[in-house]
């Protein structure tokens, strides 16, 4: 019996110590057959691509088929789309700001004439080939341009609703001719962004659909899609045939981690080597306290602006000056610096123009509005109301009570809810909380306008300006436009359309830029809604990985993983 | 005992019907199916097109008769979200599902029944009021908190004190990278997740075996088999854990069951992609057609369980099958 009892022990122990001897050498698990991610193989710069690299991926794309519908996510493009799909332009820094550059795709910078109607002219790169060494041709264009602009289903044709032809009777010249009148001025961000250039050699006449939405063998770009495996990963390997700079690690995978506190402590045991997470409290107090051989990069200078939507058509917020009052009653510096402080974002945004189209806008146009209450009261008793007894405004004994709706469970929207309470309620207005799902709040709320206030983004994924989608009277979900309008704000300022207008058709920058400018101020003078603050990008990375890391606004921290290396 | 399973079988079939009747109207009230296509700006006309295809605009009990008939034929409808057919991201789900009940089941019984019948043959020892105050410690314990402190301290912390390469436990996934299989990295991995999901478990199983093994151990018929000269060991494993297991049984069985739908937050805090986590994507993307298949799954797995508890019941207490 104690012999027997004496056994078990030893081999309980000898399997703590089994565990702890894996653990501390790297190379046994290797010698199994499994992956060892926290210890890559590496190889000295310059050398063959080698190496595993895993990565934190957030959310899992729904589908790969990007033109479609189900591929709404950022991180479609983060995990699979931009490293897949060859893109006539890339998204650079240039100088202080953001800009396009014609991308490897191109032989050079195309040309461009607006008379009498638009035409662009890609000159494409001899080079420029297929995974299977099929060259990219016209031909790709003009099936990319036929399957967005005629296609059911497609996430949005904007832009390609404007081309009447793409000529692709020279391969290597793809001439696309807009329609008459439909001048498009974003026209930089067709053929790339978020959906690149399609291979008609191997989709034309076939179901797009059903080869691409989960994953697809060909590739244009420096990386292929090994597998794609649902819920858990998607790996992606080296294109071989990629005639730009070839990637140098044999194996990235992106690991769908969708709780940040789990990808954090994955970062911190090696599990996975880098990290793109949303700027939520917990991921900012997480890096406040220091993650060990880490590297970071902060940003505000994103596509993404997070704002107080206010329903212009819904009582008592129809009012411009309640709408005012609401401005000055809240203090949106502390508010930034509560939820972003530490990451250095200490100062609210003041224009809906998110930063990387600065250039185009007023970024200062809602400066005016800070914490004022005298303000308020002013603003609010010129417009027939008074404070009542219980602290709070009333007007023909109706309280001044705003109920604002936001997605559920968002830790920072929440939190900046609560904080928008107490500013309102010692402004003397009192504000409500009843957030709902991202789903019925975008696909019922919003756009039936059952709502007074609501706090969410607004994400641009090109370098363009262009409000006159949420700011234009004609984009006001109606049955003109097939409820598919996204002025949520029912904003209607005669005047603010054409210039919006003009932002969205015109192919002269300075043109744009003027315009909007003024539509800036126009908006800010009526209070149409109040931009609060720019949603920062963290990127986080370990030491273990070697390269030219940053952000960008559009790819995020993957834009150049080709370049990327692994040391040991 | 083949007409005491028929009875049970029979009994079940309206039960069945009934839940996936009510399950079907609720989840149909509650999310619209061409959410997800006005949402992407479709014309109202394609939304009436997608309607009709979807048999929305036939009244609930029909479009209820033509889901079921499809249903039971393996046509459960495609998924909004991610346009798959549902069917095969129930199965992918409930595979990984499966692999967690399967251990941390197999792990809680083990250590209940050892526990329980520990505490009850050394009722009022040191380690019964041990067992006894961990249990109601494991019982207070919410599996989120959980889950967050075994990754803090069987996972982070350990890489940082002893200096590993690595860490002893994983807890993203079931493997790491390529590895498939089940090999030492499906078990580092599978660790702290079990250990998750069998915390409460275990608190409340091994209470409920100590107290069905004392109710035993106090019997007669065991009293006899020891004035009998039976040795103890005979005593306790033959007449007396087999009689207490009959209770813990039937525990058992209705708690797996449950199981199949009630992992979200283990699943969601170790990034493993089953039933729990495909719930919850799917009500966030108000994914109708999934949720409508992985309700009525689920309680399929809680109305089979429930015959289950039924019949091995009937099996361990002959006195129920005459009933």
Not at chain 1, 146 to 170: F, L
Not at chain 1, 363 to 376: D, M
Not at chain 1, 479 to 484: D, G, L, W
Not at chain 2, 63 to 82: A, I, M, P
Request: one cysteine or more; a positive charge.
């Amino acid at each position: 019996m104690i012999r027997s009892k004496a056994r078990y022990r030893l081999i309980a122990l000898g399997a703590v110590f089994a565990l702890v001897l894996v653990a501390c050498g790297g190379s046994s698990s290797k010698k199994s057959g499994s992956t060892t991610p926290t210890t890559p193989t590496t190889a000295p710069l310059g050398q063959p691509a080698s190496g595993t690299l895993v990565l934190a991926a957030e959310q899992e794309p729904s589908c790969s088929d990007w033109i479609a519908s189900c591929a709404g996510l950022s991180w479609g493009v983060w995990t699979m789309q931009e490293h897949t799909m060859p893109s006539a332009f890339d998204i650079v820094k240039d100088g202080s700001g953001w800009n396009y550059a014609p991308s490897i795709l191109l032989a050079g910078a195309p040309t461009l004439t607006t008379s009498p109607s638009q035409v662009v002219t890609y000159k494409i790169n001899p080079a420029a080939v297929w995974s299977d060494g099929v060259p990219i041709t016209s031909a790709d264009f003009k099936y990319t341009w036929d399957q967005i602009a005629n296609g059911k289903d497609v996430y949005s044709k904007t832009g390609y609703e404007n081309i009447a032809s793409v000529d692709d009777t020279d391969p290597s010249t793809a001439v696309v001719t807009f329609k008459p009148n439909q001048s498009y001025g974003p026209w930089r961000s067709l053929f790339g962004s978020d959906y690149g250039v399609w291979p008609s050699h191997i989709l034309a006449g076939k179901n797009r659909d059903a080869m691409t939405k989960n994953g697809y063998a060909w590739s244009g770009g420096p990386w292929k899609i090994a597998k794609w495996n649902r819920g858990v990963d998607v790996t992606l390997i080296p294109n071989d045939k990629y005639w730009g700079e070839k990637a140098k690690i044999s194996k990235v995978i992106f690991k769908f981690i969708p709780d940040t506190a789990a990808q954090f402590k994955a970062f911190q045991t090696g599990e996975v080597l880098g990290v793109y997470p949303q700027p939520q409290p917990d991921s900012v107090d997480l890096i406040k306290k220091g993650l060990p051989n880490a590297k970071s990069a902060y940003t505000a200078d994103t596509g993404s602006i997070e704002a107080l939507w206010m329903n212009n058509a819904k009582a008592p917020l129809d009012s411009v000056p309640v709408r005012q009052a609401v401005a000055y009653a809240i203090d949106r510096d502390a508010i930034v610096a509560r939820l972003f402080g530490v990451l250095g974002v200490t100062k609210a945004s003041q224009s809906l123009n998110p930063p990387i189209t600065a250039q185009y806008g007023d970024q200062q146009a809602w400066a005016g509005y800070s914490l004022n209450l005298a303000k308020v009261a002013e603003l609010l008793t010129g417009d027939g109301w008074a404070k009542g007894s219980d602290g709070i405004y009333a007007k023909g004994g109706k309280k001044l009570s705003l109920t604002i709706v936001t997605t559920a469970g968002n830790q920072r929207r929440e939190l900046t809810e609560q904080i928008l309470q107490e500013q309102l309620k010692a402004a003397g207005i009192e504000m409500k909380i009843k957030n709902q799902s991202a789903d019925q709040l975008f696909g019922t709320t919003l756009v039936k306008g059952t709502f007074q206030l609501s706090l969410y983004a607004q994400t641009n994924t090109n370098l363009d300006p262009g409000l006159c989608v949420i700011m234009c009277s004609a984009n006001i979900p109606a049955k003109a436009n097939s409820n598919s309008g996204q002025n949520f704000t029912r904003t209607g300022i005669p005047a603010l359309d054409p210039l919006l207008q003009t932002v969205d058709s015109s192919s002269d920058n300075a043109l744009r830029a003027q315009n909007q400018i003024q539509a800036d101020r126009l908006m800010a003078q009526n209070q149409v809604t109040l931009p609060l603050d720019p949603l920062p990008n963290i990127a986080i990375w370990s030491d273990k990985i070697q390269g030219n890391l940053s952000d960008n606004p559009i790819t995020a921290m993957f834009w150049n993983m080709n370049t990327w290396q692994l040391r040991g | 005992m083949l007409s005491f399973l028929g009875r049970r079988v029979l009994f079940t079939i309206p039960v069945v019907l009934i839940a996936s009747f009510v399950l079907f109207i609720f989840v149909r009230a509650t999310f619209d199916p061409t959410a997800q296509l006005r949402s992407s700006h479709a014309d109202s006309a394609s939304v009436a097109r997608e309607k009709e295809r979807l048999g929305l605009d036939r009244p609930v009990v029909v479009q209820y008769g033509d889901w079921l008939g499809k249903f039971v034929h393996g046509d459960w409808g495609q998924s909004e979200r991610t346009r798959e057919p549902v069917f095969g991201m129930i199965r992918r789900a409930l595979w990984y599902t499966v692999q967690l009940i399967f251990w941390g089941i197999l792990l809680s019984a083990t250590v209940s029944i050892f526990v329980g019948v520990y505490s009850a043959v050394k009722q009022y020892s040191p380690l019964d009021y041990t067992f006894t105050g961990l249990a109601f410690v494991g019982l207070a314990l919410p599996p989120f908190w959980f889950g967050l402190i075994a990754i803090e301290f069987l996972a982070v912390q350990p890489v940082n004190w002893f200096h590993l390469q690595e860490p002893i436990f994983s807890f993203v996934g079931l493997h790491s990278g390529d590895s498939t299989g089940f090999n030492l990295d499906y078990v580092r991995h599978l660790a702290l997740p079990v250990l998750t999901l069998t915390v409460q478990i275990i608190a409340s199983w091994s209470r409920f075996q100590r107290a069905a093994m004392l109710d035993v151990l106090q019997s007669d018929y065991i009293r006899t088999a020891r004035a009998k000269g039976v040795p103890r060991r005979q005593v306790i494993v033959k007449h007396g854990l087999r009689n207490a297991l009959i209770p813990l049984v039937t525990v058992m069985a209705l708690d797996i069951g449950a199981l199949f739908g009630g992992l979200i937050i283990t699943e969601t805090i170790f990034s493993i992609p089953g039933m729990g986590r495909l719930f919850y994507e799917s009500l966030l993307a108000g994914d109708a057609t999934v949720l409508v298949a992985w309700t009525v799954v689920t309680a399929l797995f809680i109305v089979a369980f429930n015959l289950l508890a039924d019949v091995l019941y009937g099996v361990l207490d002959p006195r129920v099958r005459m009933a």
